[in-house]
């Protein structure tokens, strides 16, 4: 069974300061790992996928996250938030071998930018 | 390639009206998926397809939803008779379901129905 959990519903921080959204998930086999991002009114972008390969993965707008499969966590990470950051953010997590009905999205985080 | 097409961007209709979503993945991908997004329930996997083939719709409310994909690049989600609490943005995606590939979203259907 696969689960993910995203820890924070909101989380605010100010312009030009670290973002770290929480995210942790539970697979009996290597999932596939990915962060989305929606703006309201929008359509959910893709930010980064982890896929089996490099733990440590870079995405769009300055974005990266890191695997860590002894914590089963998946942080998205970015050094200084912009104020264009605020957003929705979820987590996702596939098996490896694609499914629809096997992929799982987190409950999502709000991320609010102060400037 | 202009990614997935929703249409329409808005929908307000009358309860108990028909309202027809409709939806046209990127070229090549085989996988499409409808999702429902709301306050309460978040995003909710309603059904998807594989090679235009309903695979699994169990995440369909009630027999009043009902999704086609007559073609590859293609599909409609239907609801009749409408009601309220159906008022959601609705979302379709697509992807190559192949390993690890990752799905793309349209940019949803808001649907109000009053």
């Known amino acids: 069974a696969q689960s993910v959990t995203q820890l924070d519903s909101h989380v605010s921080v100010s312009e030009g300061t670290p973002v770290l959204l929480r995210c942790n998930y539970s697979?009996?086999?290597?999932?596939?790992l990915f962060w989305y991002v929606q703006h309201p009114n929008k359509g959910l972008q893709l930010l980064l996928k982890?896929?089996?390969?490099?733990?440590l993965v870079k995405g769009i707008n300055g974005f990266e996250a890191e695997f860590k499969k002894s914590e089963t966590s998946f942080h998205l990470t970015k050094p200084s938030a912009h104020m264009s950051d605020a957003a929705e953010y979820f987590c996702?997590?596939?098996?490896?071998?694609?499914?629809?009905?096997?992929?799982?999205f987190g409950a999502g985080t709000r991320l609010f930018v102060k400037a | 390639d202009a990614g997935v097409i929703q249409s329409p961007r808005h929908e307000v209709t009358e309860m108990g009206q028909e309202v027809t979503l409709r939806c046209k993945p990127i070229?090549?991908?085989?996988?499409l998926f409808w999702y429902r997004q709301t306050m309460m329930r978040g995003l909710e996997l309603l059904i998807y397809f594989n090679n235009n083939v309903p695979i699994d719709d169990s995440g369909m409310p009630e027999d009043r939803f009902s999704a086609k994909m007559p073609n590859a690049s293609f599909s409609t989600l239907k609801i009749q008779p409408s009601e309220p609490r159906d008022s959601a943005v609705y979302f379709c995606?697509?992807?190559?379901?192949?390993?690890?590939?990752?799905?793309?979203f349209g940019q949803g259907t808001r649907l109000t129905v009053v």
């Open positions: 996702v997590v596939r098996p490896p071998g694609g499914g629809g009905f096997k992929t799982i």
């Open positions: 070229s090549g991908h085989n996988s």
């Open positions: 982890y896929t089996s390969a490099a733990t």
């Open positions: 697979s009996s086999y290597s999932p596939s």
């Open positions: 995606a697509s992807s190559l379901e192949i390993g690890t590939t990752e799905a793309f």
